[in-house]
Each structure stands twice: as C-alpha cells, then as structure tokens.
C-alpha cells in the first residue's frame, strides 16, 4: 500500500510541474511527509531524488535539493541500485552546477554519465551528455558544449524522443546565439519551438521563444523581438515560472534599452532584480545589475553606471560566469572611457577583449574593439584606434553581413512554412471527409449547379467590369505618381533657389567688377596710343584680354549653374552621359548649404569633401544621379542642424562628402553627418514612400524612396549606417562600365 502511495505521489508530482511555485511547494511538503512511513527500497530512492529535482527546480532551495540527493545516493547504494545511483549523482551535480561550484559539479555529472553507460541507459546518458553540455556552456567552452549536445541529440532521435530532440535543439541554439551564428540559432530554435508546439510543452515554449526574441535583438528586429518575448512572459506568468520571468524581464528591458524608452527598461529591470532576490538566484541578480548599470550609462550618470557594474561583476565572478564577466569587464571599462579616464577604461577593455576571445564571444569581441577605437582616440593613439576599428568591423560583418540576413529570413520562412503545412494536412483530412458527405449529395446538387453557373456567368461579367474600373484607377494612380515625383523635385528646387542665387551671384560679381576695370583700361589704353606709347599700350590690351578671359570664364559658370537648375526641374530624359562625379557633387553642397544659410543666418556648419581624383568622368544620367546627392546632402544638413538646436556643449555640426573608386569596377559616393542618427525602431522605414521625421509641411517624405528607385535604376545600391548621437552615413554603389 505505501509502495503504492509512493508511485502515485510521484505521479502527481510529473503532473503539476508546470504549477505555481507555491503550489509546488504544498506537493513537496506532502511528499516530505510521506517519507517517515516509505519503505528503504527503491521507490524511496525515486522519490529522493524526484524530491532533490523539484527542491531545487520549482522552489529553489538548493541546500533542501542537496539534502535529498546525498540521502538518495546513500540509500541508493545500500540497495546497489545503480540507475538510482546515477540520478543521484546527476541532481548532486545540478545543484552544484545552479550555485556555480563547478569543478564538483562536473565531477558528479561523469560520475552519473559512467554509470548509465554501464547500466545501458540511455535516456539517462543523453540527460547526462546535456548537462555536462550546459556545464561547459556557462564554462564559457563552446566546442566542448556543443560535443555533448550533439551527443544528447543523437540519442534522443535513435529514441524518438521528442521532448529530448527539442532540448537539444535548444540549448545547441543558445550556443549558436552567443558564438554570433545567428542563422543556425534561428533555424534550430524554430525547430525547437515547433515541436514543443507540437507535444504542448508549455515551459519549453516559452524558453525557445526567449531564444528567439535575443536573436532579433541582436539583429536590430526590435518589434518581432518585443512581441516574441512579451508572448513568452505570458506563458511563464501562467505557469509560474519565476526564474524564467525574470529572464523575460531582462530580455524585454533590453529591447527598451534599444529603443531608448529607459523608463521602461527600468521598470522591468527592477521587476528581475526583485524576483532574483526573493528566489535568491545570483545569475538573474548580476543580470539586473549590470542592465541597469547599462541605462545609467546611456543617461550619462556614470558614478551609478560604475556601481552597478561592479556589483554585477562580483556576482559573476562568485558563480565565475564568464560570458557575464567579458561583458561587465568591457562595460567597466566604457564608463571610464566616457568619463575621461582613458587609461583605466582601456585596461577593463583589454581584460574584456582577452576573455570574449578565450570564450569566442563574438559580440563581447566587437564591443571591445569599439570602444577600444574611442579610449585610443582619447589617448592620442590615432594608429591603435584605426586598427581596432577595423577590427570591430571585421567582427560586425561577421555577424551582420547579407548572407547572414538572408539565413535568417529563409529559417523564419520556413517556420512559417512548416506551421502552415502542418494546418494544411489537417483541413485536407477535413475535406476528405467533407467530399465523402458530398458524393452522397451529388444528385441532389445538379440543379443547384445550374444556378450557380448562371451566377459564375453574372459574376464573370461584373468581375469584367471591376477589372475595367481597376485599369482605369491604376492609370490614374501612375498619373498621380508622376505628379507627386515633379512635386519633389520642385520642392528640392525650391530648397536650392536660394543657394543657386548666391552661387549665380558670385560669378555676376566677378562679370561686373571686371567689366569696369576693363571699361578703365580702354580708356588709358586710349590715352598711351594718343601719347604715341605703342609698348605700354600694347601692354595694356594683354591686361584686358586677360580680363575678358575672365569675364567669359566666369559668364559661362553662371550659365552651367542655370542648366543644372533646369536639368533638375525637368523630367529626367534617362540618357547616360560622362559626367564628372566629383564636381556634381561639390557644386551641390555648396549650393544646399548656402541654401541654408540664406534661411537661417545662424546656420553654420563645417563641410568636407574627400574626394578620389583618380575616377574621371562616368556614365550615368547627371539630373537623376544629382538628384539623389542633393537629397542626402539636404538631409545631412537638416539632421546636423537639428542636433545644433539642442545646444549640446562643444557640437561641432559637419557635412563629409566623400567618392572612392572600388575594386571590379565600382565607385562608392558617401554622405556623411555628425547628427542625431536614426533611431532603430524607424531605421528599415526610410525608404518607404511618404515616410517622414520631418514636422508636418517640412518633408514631402519622397526625397530618399525616389533616390533608392533612382540607384537601383543605374544598377547599383543605396545602404545607410547610423547610430543614435553619433551621426548617419549613407552610401551610394554604382557599378562604372
């Protein structure tokens, strides 16, 4: 009978593992009160040990979980019964491995693994390989993790192990996630999701979808991220999982962090800190400490920033997380860097560097190479910054590159997919049946097939008519179209009136001014000839010669200025023709800043131009090509100008213009400020028609959709780069025949 009442409180136990916290507990303390009464066999070391799993799983007491596993091994080797030996000595180990003591967690883990070995067991050794897999992962050592995943996964498949294959599936993503392979960690984390789907696993559900919302934060996919991780905190909320919620507090306070909305990163960083202390969990408590270390940063209260870092890295350090500690090292050291402390800043970042590369962390590796770039440039080691610049963006391509992106659109689409079949082969079941039901029908419908074919041939006539109304309202549309696209270049001609009238006023000056001084010339040459002075004034008629050459070369600058300001008004002609990149450019900055400067006399801001002699003149349509420099030139300069509103001390607003002549061919053209940048959130929207920051009346939103078509029409590409208070680079491709 108590052998009986064993089985079925274990029973009970597996049933509610997906309860609250306390109601797991009340389950706990019912099977503690068995225990007095159980019989020393083996159902009392299951239950030891289901007791050592939950005691430190759902009510996170480690030392109760530690009790009960030694106490299980004890008894379990009394009776020589080896799987109860190997259990125990794997909880031993998950309760080490939960408090960070390592080195003894590892050594129960073998011990565990050597024994289910022995014995055969192999659902046993695969749940041996996974924990000496995530052993190695907070270890830092990802070859060794992946080994043993690896290992795990081959087990579970031989078993058809859903639950198994999805585990595996999941922590080997997690893997990929912090190596920087983020194609693999989202095409083996939608694998994961999909079966845990399938088999209702409700906790693992929310875990891969954690997994998923990091992905896309880290990929700058900050809406998908935010509904991907507010759906799993739902999910953790309904089952109770408070460790888990504060890791869905921290992931979604990061993509507010992302989104600079730093009230509401707080407010869930504090929640995470708040259950980290009530369940006593280190790792989530660090984890709050050094976000909220983060926000203080970014608010540029850099004393606060510091003491939270440090307190998030003495944490670390206890549980020797080292994924954590490369990241608190590396943000130490940015907030000395920011406050002026060079030096220091660049030791926290060399110690943050060295260890993001004994771990292979490819995004701590990339941070630190970025801000090593800023404490070189404080220091005056402009030599050292270029290097670890091009070393961050050796390290950024590796993760952000194109063929990366694509990856990750191909294994989201094939999630998609794969859900949408699944919902196929059941309506085609359905409609299996449903033709059934019909063939019994068929007699009966032939007359209501008559009247449907009279109603086919209705609605074929009206669909005639619908089409008619759709052509004629699409002609329409590319009308309309057209109109709008004259009205942005009109507009844009509008913003260059006044830069065109001081550029045109220039040369008028220089006609004027040297017409009065030859008009004198003649007249003294006339007096010299009179005089009988032939050689004075033949010396006379050089000088105004040279003057007329003067007159004519300046005369001809005002008219290119009108042709180019008729070329831009009027429809592109799409002819090809050799133009001189480098001068198109330089006239049109020139001509958009005093364009400003004709509004705003307060206006000021420093231009550059870098441009590569060696390009000559290229093929392409001048207006069109023009066009497109103009509206990023216009746009830099509102960007820099904006940010000079703010009144932030020592801004120095600056315009670079820069051409470069690639290899195979290809000219690069590069627009570049020093303003706000573009915030995250809107980044992938700039393109899009009729998208605007600009207030109402000030932007056509045109400007950048029409520039995108106009590049794309020449063959080549238009990319942007921007970050937040540091400035907007946009660059230009095309491909020279």
């Not at 390989?129 to 996964?153: D, M, P, R, V, W």
């Not at 220089?510 to 030859?518: A, D, K, L, Q, Y």
């Amino acid at each position: 009978m108590k052998l009986l009442l064993t089985s079925i409180l274990i029973f009970v136990l597996f049933c509610n593992i997906t309860h609250a916290q306390k109601q797991g507990q009340e389950l706990i303390d019912s099977l503690v009160a068995e225990l007095p009464n159980a019989i020393e066999d083996t159902s009392k070391v299951n239950l030891l040990n289901e007791l050592s799993k939950f005691a430190g799983w759902r009510a996170h007491n480690y030392d109760t979980a530690f009790y009960y596993a030694q106490h299980a091994k004890h008894l379990a080797e009394k009776l020589n019964f080896k799987k109860g030996i190997a259990n125990a000595y794997n909880n031993i180990g998950i309760t080490y491995n939960i408090q960070r003591s390592l080195p003894e967690a590892l050594e129960n883990y073998l011990a565990s693994l050597k024994i289910r070995e022995e014995i055969g067991d192999k659902l046993g050794t695969a749940n041996s390989y996974n924990n000496i897999g995530n052993f190695h992962y907070y270890q830092g050592n990802y070859t060794e993790a992946l080994k043993n995943h690896f290992a795990s996964l081959k087990i579970m498949e031989e078993r058809s192990d859903k639950p198994g294959v999805a585990k595996s599936y999941y922590n080997i993503g997690i893997i990929y996630l912090n190596q920087g392979n983020y194609p693999e960690a989202l095409k083996i984390s939608f694998a994961a999701l999909k079966i845990r789907e399938e088999i209702g696993d409700k906790y693992g559900i929310a875990n891969t979808l954690d997994n998923i919302g990091l992905i896309y934060i880290d990929q700058g996919n900050l809406t998908e991220a935010l509904k991907t991780l507010l759906a799993s905190l739902k999910i953790k909320e309904e089952i109770g999982d408070r460790h888990g919620m504060g890791i869905s507090y921290v992931n979604i306070g990061n993509v507010y962090t992302e989104q600079k909305n730093f009230p509401e990163a707080i407010k869930n960083y504090r929640s995470q800190l708040k259950i980290g202390e009530e369940i006593a969990d280190k790792y989530v408590i660090a984890l709050s400490y050094y976000n909220i270390g983060v926000i203080h940063t970014e608010q540029g209260n850099y004393t606060e920033a510091l003491k939270n870092h440090l307190a998030a890295l003495k944490l670390r350090e206890e549980i020797l997380e080292k994924n954590g500690i490369a990241d608190s090292y590396n943000s130490i050291g940015s907030v000395y860097v920011k406050q002026g402390n060079a030096e220091v800043g660049k030791d926290w970042l060399m110690k943050g560097l060295k260890l993001g590369e004994e771990v292979g962390l490819k995004k701590a590796i990339r941070f630190s190479y970025l801000q090593l770039v800023a404490a070189d440039s404080a220091l005056g080691n402009y030599k050292g910054a270029y290097i670890n610049y091009k070393m961050y963006t050796l390290y950024k391509d590796s993760l952000f590159n194109e063929e990366n992106t694509k990856k990750l659109t191909q294994a989201e689409m094939q999630y998609e997919f794969d859900k949408k079949e699944t919902l196929t082969k059941v309506e085609h079941e359905n409609q299996k049946a449903a033709e059934a039901k019909t063939r019994n029908l068929l007699f009966g419908g032939i007359a209501l097939l008559t009247l449907a074919a009279g109603f086919l041939f209705w609605n074929s006539r009206q669909k005639q008519k619908a089409k008619l109304k759709v052509e004629t309202a699409y002609s329409e549309l590319k009308a309309t179209q057209q109109q709008l696209i004259q009205s942005e270049k009109m507009a844009s001609l509008g913003e260059l009136t006044a830069g065109i009238a001081h550029e045109i006023q220039n040369p008028l000056n220089f006609v004027n001014n040297f017409s009065e001084v030859s008009t004198e010339l003649v007249d003294e040459m006339n007096e010299e000839l009179e005089k009988g002075n032939s050689q004075d004034a033949k010396q006379i008629a050089a000088d105004l010669k040279q003057n007329l050459g003067i007159i004519n070369h300046h005369g001809k600058r005002a008219g290119d200025i009108v042709k180019g300001m008729l070329q831009h008004s009027r429809s592109s002609s799409g002819v090809e023709e050799p133009t001189d990149i480098n001068a198109l450019a330089d006239e049109y900055l020139r001509l958009a800043y005093h364009g400003l400067r004709a509004k705003d006399k307060s206006f000021n801001a420093t231009m550059k131009t870098e441009f590569d002699e060696s390009i000559g003149k290229i093929n392409v349509v001048p207006q069109d090509i023009g066009r497109v420099i103009l509206n990023l030139i216009t746009n830099a300069f509102y960007a820099v100008t904006d940010r000079k509103k703010q009144g932030e001390d020592g801004y120095e607003p600056t315009v670079t213009v820069s051409t470069k002549l690639l290899a195979n061919s290809q000219l690069l053209i590069a627009v570049k400020d020093n303003g706000n940048g573009i915030p995250d959130h809107i980044k992938d929207k700039i393109f899009q028609p009729f998208f605007t920051t600009k207030p109402t009346g000030q932007g056509t939103g045109l400007g950048l959709s029409l520039s995108y078509d106009i590049v794309k029409a020449h063959g080549g590409k238009i990319e942007v780069e921007t970050k937040e208070n540091e400035g907007t680079t946009f660059f230009i491709q095309l491909k020279i025949i």
